[in-house]
């Protein structure tokens, strides 16, 4: 089993930046962790992953540039720093963890490659 927990969501103005963390526990060996989002009325989408050993990192399009994600193997943690908000980065975002590689149809930018979630962290831009 493993359990997420966000923190690090608030309000920022546009142009302005927040860093989220991912700290993970339990008894497990973590493959991937994944940050999707999911605004109002809309699908959760991916937005940054990381491959926990070796740290290859992944981006949707939409934060290329302006998000980076990382982890502390020390402290079983990956962040999300995100800098240039933008009203439309608006939503609540979750941590997703997965123990299986990603292959195949088991994508890192599919919600259902993941078999562990965060509760969520909610994420507001003003303009």
């Known amino acids: 089993q493993v359990q997420l927990v966000e923190s690090g969501g608030g309000l920022v103005q546009a142009g302005g930046s927040l860093r989220l963390s991912c700290a993970a526990s339990?008894?497990?060996?973590?493959?991937?962790v994944g940050w999707f989002r999911q605004a109002p009325g809309k699908e959760r989408e991916f937005v940054a992953g990381i491959i926990w050993s070796g740290g290859t990192t992944y981006y949707s399009d939409s934060v290329k540039g302006r998000f980076t994600i990382s982890r502390d193997n020390a402290k079983n943690t990956v962040y999300l720093q995100m800098n240039s908000l933008k009203p439309e980065d608006t939503a609540v975002y979750y941590c997703a963890a997965t123990t299986i590689a990603f292959y195949g149809s088991r994508r890192y930018d599919q919600a259902g490659s993941y078999g562990y979630w965060g509760a969520g962290t909610q994420v507001t831009v003003s303009s």
């Open positions: 339990g008894r497990f060996s973590v493959y991937g």
